[in-house]
């Protein structure tokens, strides 16, 4: 056990964190993440997340992990292999379903956040903000979107559009917001 090791605090308050699992086109995004890694570890907060080693979901670890962060990643068995669950992590939670997964990380988190990914991203994305909704959470655990380059300005625009619609209450969309800036999704964790 090397210094670093033994100077790991168990966190006590727990990032979720939602992305994907490929790396995507834009090598801006795992720029972002990295940032986003290592303002988790500064500030001592744990990250939990779906528990794979590639994609975004290896570099969101792998950035905690460097620097001296806690990371928990939950991860349905049927997935071990093709999500190449991370090695290297504090905690690795086997469960048998994805729905378990979604539920451990939910119980887990005090808040979200969302990183680019594809559909298994926003599928969890809507079920949190659902859950938070539905008071089905133990408190209201908000969602953010960490943004880069737009990516989430489109499905903003959708969400507004819905809400205006009249299918979302004013309240329960603001459960979900948008920000391009690690500092302020570090702050608005801290005042959760």
């Known amino acids: 056990m090397n210094n670093s090791e033994i100077n790991k605090i168990y966190p006590e308050k727990w990032l979720g964190v939602f992305c994907g699992a490929y790396d995507g086109t834009d090598d801006g995004v795992h720029n972002l993440v990295r940032e986003l890694g290592k303002a988790l570890a500064e500030n001592q907060i744990g990250l ?27 991860v349905p068995k049927n997935l071990l292999e093709t999500e190449m669950a991370h090695t290297s992590l504090d905690e690795l939670v086997i469960v048998e379903t994805m729905h378990e997964r979604k539920k451990a990380m939910y119980e887990r988190a005090d808040m979200f956040c969302a990183l680019p990914g594809g559909l298994g991203t926003l599928e969890e994305v809507f ?66």
């Open 48 to 74: 939990v997340y779906g528990g794979g080693g590639i994609g975004v979901m290896g570099t969101i670890a792998d950035a905690v992990l460097e620097n001296n962060g806690w990371v928990m990643g939950i």
């Open 127 to 192: 079920e949190a903000t659902t859950w938070t909704k539905l008071k089905l959470h133990t408190k209201y655990k908000r969602v953010l979107l960490l943004d880069n380059n737009g990516f989430w300005a489109d499905f903003i625009d959708l969400l507004d559009q819905i809400t205006s619609s009249g299918f979302i209450k004013t309240e329960d969309r603001e459960i979900i917001s948008r920000t391009t800036s690690v500092a302020t999704l570090i702050s608005s964790f801290q005042n959760c």
